[in-house]
């Protein structure tokens, strides 16, 4: 909205108008095929889906077969518990994602601008988690939640997915707060705000684009998730989208091409949350308005 | 105003939840990961107390320091690659007509998961009927390789897709970035008559100076740590050509059962991150944070 | 604008909140309906967890077997509910692993046999199932097969599958290049160069997966060396060193050079090789005998193909010591009852009667060949299935596939040697001592 009328402001001013257009031909043109590299694999996935075996594996990736296998997406939406772990996949990646940009949005708020001793250790503490290979935690977990109670429970996966994505959360903030003016700040406080009203109405609505940023993230991450899910789950009231895939790969044979329906389906409305929350970014900075 | 932002109790009211959510989820497992390391253990039966010889072993064992290698290898590249990223965004973010449309289809390769990822490659690779391979014969390259299948190549056969399939993210944090700069610096320097090239190098560089540096950090550890497309495309193959510390790890634990070892492996994972992250935080380090002016 | 932004933050929390909340409700409400149902039913109510790797997408045969079986038993049986769980092969493995360390394993669940099992057993999680075999199973299964699941001389699961690996040939590309099926390895050796010379890729093989090449060295070594020194080598009391066994590697090694297996063998996937085959490009595949189905009655795989592809058994080798009816193959899974399962005896039960039932069902729905005897004569099944099932009766010996039998650890120095032996990144030598190495601790 904000974005589209600022991207029409005129480009060049300087004398180099002939130069100048050449460059931008050429930037054009890289964009252009740039562009093209990265659409590229949704177009495959697309023509994938719409394969069996034997035209996965032998025809050009670019060639839609002869037949497109539309019950490729039949035999998927039919497949039990499709909707079931379609609404699972949704609120644990909402739930996970709100939580984590919140709460590591008031971690970053409180290293990067409040005074205490141990905010480096406690910033430390963040970094170190985020080193540990997935493999490696999966034991100790298991039996972590199988102590509390919590296996078989929506609830193991909001609070692995919270943990486990906090520091990488923390850190990208961490590089936008350090980069924050403070005079807004610093003049509200001399007004008589409080840290909780300066936190949520003055800060958090400065970092519209960086809490947007994250949060695409942050849905990514937790939407691809499969690892946790498998392992803290069993019961098909609680699985999620990405189980879909498993239900296709067999003990001696995989259907690829189910595989790929399932990954076309699930990717829909990743792609639509992308798209909205991707406009966020553009427009944070208009919510902040700060000028220097 | 140092009153205000001293304050204990919203100190602890902001940062415990986190802190103890971090504590108990992943320093329960960073913490017993550790000491299944000194243990002789299959996962299963009783466990051995052995003190430091799974440590021992593993500086010795010559397997695990190729997978090491093979790791900062790929830390290097995808630290180097931030700059073609980088100048990526910089570009889009400089307002030209366009720019919203191409950075969201940029960043397509991040929503799709690994797995779809990995088989797209796959079938890019493949020896007989790749596109890869089939646009080399088509230029007229007699007997193109196996790409996954050379020990010499399947290295660089494989960063290339990981190195891809980052590029979305870090190109969504820079442009975030970029975009946070006043638009307000960004005119005033145009009206002194500077170039797009000196705005770019010397006002907005220094300006998200700080998120580069999380940007290291986030991609020298997430290469270390890297285990996925390598997993499905190539399970470290072949002869081991292509494994990585987290797929020696998983090899090691959940294949042959040592998970004793398998833990210091992923322990001393930890340390060489904690290690490299604390070099290269004192590489980048400055006296003092820049502000605007 | 600000006041917006905060509100609709605020709110968003506050959904998060009652979702999750609910989600959890929902647990509560569906935990006490099912409880419910099974106290009206009468009898002690009881519910066995299953956990196994058929999926309905793609094991659609073996998964429609599985659900009816649980259907017929909870008929049978209305104070019992089974509750299954399905993963996927690798995911599956690993949350066996990661399950036995809480000692938490399913009641019921599916096991690869010998090596690994073995720390599952030498752990307490299993069960031993002899009284299932002395009792009604007695006499059910193929010979030789419960023998693979057995730990000092208890058996902790029961099998139910059994494959051998022949040869898969494509008949259209033997006779358009003047060939006949090899008995000798010396033929054999003449099939690939000719295949090879006319542009043919002679041999389909996904070496990514290692265990693919580990059958091709297990044949060469059961031919050259002998059924008995092979077994033993495996078992860990006799050498890899054997001249007949670092023979076989050699033979190996010479397959290789002469471009016997498709381009980037060590590459590929299984899978991928597997459509190398089917796609004509390949002209020989070994394989197990799982893949019947794909060269029978899988209608995705055209009829034309499909009445190309025959068998062979593997050849014997001049002056070698094995003979041409001893195979490599064996049992595939079992099932297993585990030790701290609070129902036990429920969960045997249902073992007992899901092997019963399993048999002749899974010939004819999901093309499995059963580990229990089935009386294959009188059924409608393709003349490939009765042929294979003929050798299976004539079989001199079947040895358990290497990456089965061996410990865990053990396994994985063999399968990634024998990558190693096909990409030539060791010599014979070098791979036998190294699996003596690995064999020794």
Redesign the interface.
């Known amino acids: 909205m904000t974005g589209n009328v600022e991207l029409q402001t005129s480009v060049n001013s300087g004398g180099w108008r002939l130069l100048g257009r050449i460059g931008y031909s050429i930037m054009y043109i890289v964009l252009i095929i740039v562009a093209i590299f990265q659409l590229f694999p949704l177009v495959w996935l697309m023509f994938f889906s719409l394969k069996?075996?034997?035209e996965?594996?032998?025809l050009p990736p670019l060639s839609l077969p002869m037949h497109p296998r539309w019950e490729n997406y039949s035999?998927?939406w039919n497949?039990?518990n499709i909707d079931v772990y379609f609404l699972?996949s949704l609120?644990i990646t909402?739930?996970a994602t709100?939580?984590t940009v919140?709460l590591g949005s008031l971690v970053t708020y409180a290293i990067t601008r409040m005074k205490w001793k141990g905010s480096s250790f406690v910033l430390g503490l963040f970094m170190v988690a985020m080193m540990i290979p997935v493999h490696s935690t999966?034991?100790p977990l298991?039996?972590f939640f199988?102590k509390v109670g919590l296996?078989d429970?929506?609830?193991s996966l909001?609070l692995s997915y919270v943990a486990f994505n906090m520091p990488i959360t923390i850190m990208i903030l961490l590089g936008f707060y350090y980069a924050l003016p403070r005079e807004v700040e610093e003049a509200a406080i001399i007004d008589g705000c409080s840290v909780n009203r300066m936190f949520?109405?003055?800060v958090?609505?400065m970092t519209?684009s960086v809490v947007a940023t994250t949060a695409i993230i942050n849905m990514i991450y937790n939407w691809n998730e499969?690892i946790f899910v498998?392992?803290f789950i069993?019961?098909?009231?609680?699985k999620t989208l990405t189980v879909g895939v498993?239900?296709?790969?067999?003990?001696?044979?995989?259907?690829w091409g189910?595989i790929g329906a399932t990954l076309m389906i699930s990717i829909l409305p990743i792609l639509i949350m992308f798209l909205f929350l991707s406009d966020r970014i553009v427009e944070g900075i208009a919510?902040g308005s700060v000028k220097g | 105003m140092d009153k205000v932002l001293s304050n204990k109790k919203m100190i602890a009211l902001y940062v415990l939840p986190s802190l103890l959510l971090i504590l108990t989820i992943v320093y329960i497992p960073i913490v017993l990961t550790g000491y299944y390391g000194l243990n002789e253990w299959?996962?299963?039966?009783?466990m051995k107390f052995i003190g430091l010889e799974n440590y021992a072993n593993l500086m010795k064992d010559g397997k695990f320091w190729d997978s090491a290698w093979h790791s900062l290898l790929l830390a290097l590249f995808s630290g180097l690659s931030l700059i073609i990223y980088l100048m990526i965004s910089m570009v889009l973010a400089a307002r030209i007509k366009g720019a919203n449309l191409f950075r969201k289809i940029y960043l397509i390769p991040m929503l799709l998961s690994s797995v779809a990822i990995a088989q797209l490659w796959?079938r890019i690779?493949?020896?007989?009927n790749g596109i890869l391979n089939s646009v080399l014969q088509s230029i007229g390259v007699d007997n193109p390789p196996?790409?996954?299948?050379?020990?010499s190549l399947?290295l660089l056969a494989l960063f290339i897709p990981i190195l891809w399939q980052y590029a979305g993210f870090y190109i969504l944090i820079y442009y975030a970035a970029l975009k946070n700069i006043p638009t307000s610096l960004d005119e005033a320097a145009r009206i002194d008559g500077a170039t797009s090239w000196q705005i770019a190098w010397k006002i907005k560089f220094p300006l998200i100076m700080e998120t580069v540096k999380v940007t290291i950090v986030l991609a020298v550890v997430g290469s270390l740590k890297y285990f996925d497309l390598i997993f499905v495309m190539?399970?470290g193959?072949?002869?081991?050509s292509s494994e990585v510390m987290a797929s020696y790890m998983y090899?090691t634990a959940?294949?042959?059962?040592?998970?004793g070892y398998g833990s210091a492996t992923a322990f001393f994972l930890l340390v060489i991150c904690l290690v490299v992250t604390w070099v290269i935080r004192w590489l980048t380090r400055s006296k003092d944070t820049i502000q605007y002016s | 604008?600000?006041k917006k932004?905060?509100s609709v933050?605020l709110l968003?929390?506050c959904?998060?909140v009652i979702?999750?909340a609910c989600?959890?409700g929902?647990?509560n409400n569906?935990a006490n309906g099912s409880e419910g149902n099974d106290t009206a039913s009468g009898g002690e109510k009881v519910t066995v967890?299953l956990?196994h790797?058929?999926?309905?997408?793609?094991?659609a045969g073996?998964n429609k077997i599985v659900n009816q079986i649980i259907k017929e038993y909870q008929d049978e049986n209305p104070n019992v509910t089974i509750?299954q769980?399905?993963?996927?092969?690798?995911?599956y493995?690993?949350?066996l692993?990661?399950?036995?360390?809480?000692n938490?394993l399913?009641d019921v669940g599916v096991t690869w046999a010998a090596g690994f099992m073995q720390?599952?057993v030498?752990?307490?999680?299993f069960t031993p199932l002899d009284d299932l075999l002395n009792g009604e199973l007695k006499d059910k299964f193929v010979a030789g097969t419960t023998e693979a699941y057995a730990v000092n001389g208890k058996t902790y699961a029961l099998p139910i599958e059994f494959n051998i690996a022949p040869i898969y040939y494509n008949k259209d590309l033997f006779e358009k290049n003047g060939l006949s099926v090899p008995t000798t390895y010396e033929e054999f050796k003449n099939v690939v160069t000719t295949l090879s010379a006319k542009g043919i890729a002679p041999i389909a093989l996904g070496?990514?997966d290692?265990w693919t090449g580990s059958l091709w060295y297990m044949y060469l070594a059961d031919r050259i060396a002998g059924q008995k020194t092979l077994a033993d080598t495996i078992s860990g009391s006799a050498s890899f060193t054997d001249p007949g066994l670092v023979q076989a590697a050699q033979e190996v090694q010479w397959l290789v050079d002469n471009n016997a297996f498709?381009?980037?063998?060590?590459?590929?996937s299984n899978?991928?090789a597997k459509?190398?085959f089917?796609?004509e490009?390949a002209a020989m595949y070994l394989m197990?005998s799982?893949?019947i189905p794909?060269f029978t009655t899988n209608e995705?795989?055209p009829k034309e193909f499909r009445d190309k592809v025959g068998f062979f058994k593997f050849p014997t080798v001049d002056g070698g010591k094995g003979d041409i009816n001893s195979w490599v193959g064996g049992p595939?899974?079992g099932l297993f009852v585990a030790e701290n399962s609070k129902v036990k005896d429920e969960a045997k039960k249902f073992v007992e009667y899901f092997v019963t039932k399993w048999g002749e069902q899974s010939v004819t729905d999901a093309g499995v060949i059963p580990a229990t005897k089935v009386d294959a004569e009188n059924m409608d099944l393709p003349q490939l299935y009765k042929d294979l099932f003929a050798e299976m009766n004539q079989a001199s010996s079947v040895t358990l596939f290497a990456d089965v039998q061996m410990p865990?650890?053990a396994?994985?120095t063999h399968l990634?040697m024998i990558?190693?032996l096909f990409?030539k990144?060791v010599t014979p030598q070098e791979f036998a001592a190294e699996h003596d190495k690995a064999l020794a601790k």
């Open positions: 069996n075996n034997q996965v594996f032998n035999k998927v497949a039990g699972n609120w909402v739930v709100v939580l919140v999966l034991i298991f039996s199988n296996t429970h929506p609830l909001v949520f109405r003055i958090l609505p519209g499969f498998n392992t069993s019961s098909d009231s609680y498993q239900n296709f790969v067999g003990q001696y044979t995989t259907d189910a919510a | 299959n996962g299963i039966g009783s796959l690779y493949n020896p007989s196996a790409w996954l299948a050379e020990p399947v190539t399970d193959g072949p002869n081991g090899h959940f294949r042959a059962y040592d998970f | 604008m600000k932004a905060w933050l968003t929390i959904m998060a979702v999750s989600g959890g929902g647990k569906q967890k956990m790797l058929w999926p309905e997408g793609v094991s073996q509750k769980e399905v993963l996927d092969n690798e995911q493995k690993n949350k692993k990661v399950l036995s360390a809480s938490e399913p720390p599952y030498e752990g307490n999680l070496n990514k290692r498709i381009k980037g063998f060590n590459g590929q899978e991928e459509s190398e089917l796609n490009k197990g799982w893949d794909n995705e795989i595939g899974v865990a650890k396994a994985e990634n990558q190693a990409g990144a």
